[in-house]
């Protein structure tokens, strides 16, 4: 399978939508299963989206062109003008293209660009009910806390 990775762009919110809906019902379906208790709602609404599309921290992935996974990134912190953190606020892949190395084709993109500008830092927060989002976190040597943070320091 051959994967493209690129800049998000205004082009694609009906795409990452998609996904996003994808996501939340099969995290409820989980639910559902397990009876665990959460609140999650859909929240990429386009206002959201278009924050994103400037960052130039936020990047896509295709495969035969279609979209299948994204991840949503901004810096954060703001020393004398320079970033000097990444926040990681959105990771999506479809279930039917997982563990096909997408995801960690998008988390290298942010941890490329955050190299190349300076960035130390780039932190998110997870589901502690996601232990496959752990998983790859971890894998690309995240510091995961509590199941709940994560977060990956990088070295000059």
């Known amino acids: 399978m051959k994967v493209r990775t690129r800049r998000l762009t205004s082009n694609d ?13 099969e995290y409820l379906q989980y639910l559902k299963e397990t009876g665990d208790k959460d609140s999650i709602e859909r929240w990429i609404t386009p206002q959201y989206f278009n924050h994103y599309v400037g960052t130039e921290t936020s990047f896509v992935a295709e495969t035969d062109g279609k979209l299948v996974g994204f991840i949503l990134a901004q810096p954060t912190s703001y020393i004398q003008g320079a970033k000097r953190e990444i926040w990681l606020e959105y990771i999506a892949v ?8 997408i995801g ?5 993109k ?26 790859l976190l971890v894998k690309h040597g995240f510091e995961v806390k509590d199941w709940k943070q994560a977060k990956r320091e990088l070295e000059k």
């Open 94 to 101: 479809l279930p039917e293209t997982r563990k096909k190395g």
């Open 13 to 25: 919110y009906r795409a990452v939508k998609n996904i996003e809906r994808i996501i939340v019902n």
């Open 104 to 108: 960690s084709r998008l988390i290298s």
């Open 110 to 135: 942010a941890v490329n660009h955050a190299r190349s500008h300076g960035v130390k830092l780039l932190y998110t927060t997870l589901n502690p009910n996601n232990s496959g989002s752990s998983r």
